[in-house]
């Protein structure tokens, strides 16, 4: 099993950054891939970016590609979501996951995670 530990969430601005971390702890040989999440108030749960974790593949929403980059600290047993840009519609409980499979096309699919973090909140203000 494995735990995932989000923080950095908040309140901004249009226009400003955060940087999202999740603390990855367990037994993390056994997964693959990170991912993050999202699920806006009244809406599903969506993918945002998924890492390999031996490699460097990375995959994006066309929602956020351009704005935000995920990335991976091995040493700190750490993932990353820096978010640029960011918009009234990023408003979300943001998530990290782990999944035993490579991101891949089919990244987005939530089945494919194992282990899920408990969510940080990101409020973006017009």
């Known amino acids: 099993q494995v735990r995932l530990v989000e923080s950095g969430g908040g309140s901004v601005q249009a226009g400003g950054s955060l940087r999202l971390s999740c603390a990855v702890s367990?037994?993390?040989?056994?997964?693959?891939?990170l991912g993050w999440f999202r699920q806006a108030p009244g809406k599903e749960r969506e993918g945002v970016a998924c890492?390999?974790?031996?490699?460097?593949?990375?995959y994006y929403a066309d929602s956020v590609k351009g704005r935000f980059t995920i990335s991976r600290d091995s040493a700190k047993n750490s993932v990353y979501l820096q978010m640029n840009s960011l918009k009234p519609e990023d408003t979300a409980m943001y998530y990290c996951?782990?999944?035993?499979?490579?991101?891949?096309?089919?990244?987005?699919?939530?089945?494919?995670?194992?282990?899920w973090g408990q969510g940080t909140q990101v409020t973006v203000s017009s």
């Open positions: 996951a782990a999944a035993p499979f490579l991101c891949g096309d089919r990244w987005p699919n939530q089945e494919r995670y194992a282990d």
């Open positions: 890492l390999n974790t031996g490699g460097p593949s990375t």
């Open positions: 367990g037994h993390t040989f056994s997964r693959n891939s």
